[in-house]
């Protein structure tokens, strides 16, 4: 039994893959049993024998054409896709990424993007809000519209020969309105174009439909903001046109139009206000003005207007 | 002369040599030692090559690969018998390391990992060999040429003996007609113990397989050689 074993393991023993206790009971037993003996010393022979036909070593001229071989593919081969580094090893991928900062940079903006997005999503449900107000204004045009969700106007027209007017404004989405001039949701349409459009041509016509309806205090005030706020010449013109009837009356507007003639970049607009301003001219403010005006003016043509205006003024007792 | 003094440690790269009968059993162990602390250094660099490597750096790859082509070769040469069979497996061996390297989690050391690759496809070669039934040891060089491996050392080995050169090879084409007898698996198993010198674990790790059955096989492929060699006596 023990011959057995011996044999099943002597190969191990040679091939030196015992643990020291099997090794140490084969060499105890080899010491005793012959025959256990003469098998290892055919183990042995047999393996001396395969010795003597040693593995050959490639030659280096072998060697050598396989690296260059290998070295030729390796240029145009890629190592494993993304996909599989991603499925396989993602220490790897989080490795190579090893750019911290990049990473959070690239969190932070999906995270302000997603920030975006959600606000955008919330906003957007507003107007929807406000487009059925709209189309609910049509048939109940007195109800106002919410002047916070308008974003821009897009167009003003005028039905010719009727005071209906159409404006297309923006919200977040592109809406209409339509009604009449003394509707107050077009009114306040009007008044947001008059103040806040983009587009000098359509605040040239919100300011040219707002003229039809100066008898309004907020229209007023509107024009009065044109006037001293507005970039384009021919809206801030449009809306001293619009304002000519109220000089008399109302002193804001009186004020408003002094100004323009004293501080206005365009000459165009101070020689309409200096006409605008002419019957006016009793009051010690127009007066004050245009002595003003008449001395130290560096537009020659107003100088001499308001010199001629000042010549032509009654005697004050 | 014990057969095992041909089981030095595992070869690697130009730290390799080949075995020799002139290494008595006497210096065996200094030899051993030498190769696996060397195998041991290397080892350790391999780690920054590899991780290097899989980061995309082809010089780091291709440094890793001269550290092991040299047994990688010797071991396809001497399984398939023929140089260019061998090159193929050489080149298709790296060629799939390199590409699968994402893959090496660092498991299990790197030789065994690229042994692995190479073991399946000599197993692959082997079986399909197997189907022809090809006489070794008689191989093909890159120019097609037939030439005896083992006459490559006939001269060095029995000092121009022409007597003793026509034994050893006679003996050559006997052990490869016997080899070529084995399974490819047992062929395999015998080839990485016998002549590459691996521990049966090792072996056992790279055929995907047990130390057990590793050395069941080996038994086995023991048997069947000795049984042959008896036989052509």
């Known amino acids: 039994m023990k011959c057995d074993w011996v044999r099943q393991n002597i190969l191990f023993y040679v091939y030196n893959e015992l643990e020291d206790d099997a090794r140490y009971e084969i060499e105890q037993h080899l010491g005793r049993c012959a025959e256990c003996a003469t098998e290892l010393k055919a183990t042995r022979s047999f393996q001396a024998e395969l010795s003597e036909t ?13 690296r260059m071989r290998l070295q030729e593919a390796l240029e145009t081969t890629r190592q ?66 919410e002047a916070s969700a308008i974003t821009g106007i897009r167009s003003v027209t005028q039905e010719p020969g009727s005071n209906q007017v159409n404006i297309k404004y923006d919200t977040v989405l592109t809406q209409e309105a339509q009604g009449s001039l003394n509707d107050q949701r077009i009114q306040q349409l009007l008044l947001f174009a008059a103040r806040n459009n983009y587009n000098s041509g359509v605040r040239m016509d919100s300011v040219d439909v707002l003229t039809q309806a100066p008898g309004e205090s907020n229209v007023r005030e509107a024009l009065l903001y044109v006037l001293q706020n507005d970039t384009n010449a021919g809206v801030r013109l449009k809306a001293l046109d619009g304002l000519s009837g109220f000089v008399r009356q109302d002193n804001q507007v009186r004020d408003g139009v002094l100004r323009a003639l004293i501080g206005d970049t365009n000459s165009g607009v101070r020689m309409q206000a200096l006409r605008l301003v002419e019957p006016m001219k009793t009051d010690s403010n127009v007066r004050s003005v245009l002595t003003k005006l008449a001395q130290t003016d560096q537009n020659a043509s107003i100088r001499s207007q308001a010199r001629t205006m000042m010549a032509q003024m009654p005697e004050m007792d | 002369m014990p057969a095992d003094s041909y089981a030095v440690a595992f070869p690697v790269g130009e730290i390799s040599r080949p075995r020799r009968a002139e290494q008595g059993s006497g210096n065996q162990n200094p030899i051993r030692m030498r190769g696996s602390l060397a195998a041991q250094s290397n080892r350790i660099d391999d780690t920054s090559l590899i991780r290097e490597a899989q980061q995309g750096n082809r010089a780091a790859f291709e440094v890793l690969v001269r550290h092991y082509d040299q047994s990688v070769l010797r071991l396809a040469l001497h399984l398939t018998g023929s140089e260019s069979d061998a090159q193929d497996v050489y080149q298709e061996a790296f060629l799939k390391a390199y590409k699968n390297l994402g893959s090496f989690r660092f498991e299990c050391s790197f030789y065994t990992w690229i042994y692995r ?8 070669h082997l079986r399909k060999r197997n189907v022809r039934k090809e006489d070794a040891p008689v191989a093909v060089d890159a120019s097609g040429e037939e030439y005896s491996r083992l006459e490559q050392f006939a001269d060095v080995r029995s000092g121009a003996n022409p007597e ?70």
């Open chain 1, 54 to 66: 040693p593995v050959a070593e490639p030659t280096p001229n072998l060697l050598a054409a396989s």
């Open chain 1, 80 to 145: 494993g896709g993304l996909w599989q580094r991603l499925i396989l090893e993602p220490a790897i991928w989080l490795r190579q990424i090893h750019m911290v900062p990049a990473l959070a940079a690239a969190i932070f903006m999906v995270g302000f993007g997603g920030g975006i997005g959600a606000t955008y999503n919330w906003v957007a449900n507003r107007p929807s809000i406000v487009a059925n107000d709209a189309n609910d204004n049509r048939s109940n045009p007195a109800s106002p519209v």
């Open chain 2, 117 to 124: 690759i190479v073991t399946n496809l000599c197993l692959d």
């Open chain 2, 164 to 233: 003793r050169d026509l034994m050893r090879r006679e003996l050559g084409r006997k052990i490869g007609t016997a080899l070529s007898a084995l399974t490819p698996r047992e062929r395999m198993v015998f080839e990485l113990k016998h002549y590459h010198g691996l521990k049966l674990r090792t072996v056992g790790e790279m055929l995907n397989t047990t130390e057990e059955t590793a050395k069941n096989t080996l038994f086995r492929a023991t048997q069947k050689l000795r049984a042959s060699l008896a036989e052509m006596r």
